[in-house]
């Protein structure tokens, strides 16, 4: 199934929200999934031009979960 056919099913799909430490570490971790290929939005705060989140489209968590796991889920 291509990612066209699941945006369908948006809402049923396994969400997760981490918290990074700041700025730094949120560009960093921007690059280290452009430089494995890792779809993703960099989401910037306007008029401010700040880094906010960053979102990748639906992977396998096999796929994704090396770039993520010293990242604590967000409370």
């Not at 989140?53 to 090396?66: F, G, N």
Request: glycine share 6%; proline share 4%.
């Amino acid at each position: 199934m291509s990612f066209k056919d699941r945006s369908g099913h948006i809402d049923s799909m396994h969400k997760v929200t981490l918290e990074v430490k700041g700025e730094t570490q949120m560009m960093n971790l921007s690059e280290k999934l452009k430089a494995g290929g890792i779809s993703h939005k960099l989401w910037m705060e306007q008029s401010e031009n700040i880094p906010t989140c960053i979102a990748t489209k639906p992977y396998p968590k096999s796929q994704v979960s090396t770039f993520f796991k010293k990242l604590k889920l967000c409370k």
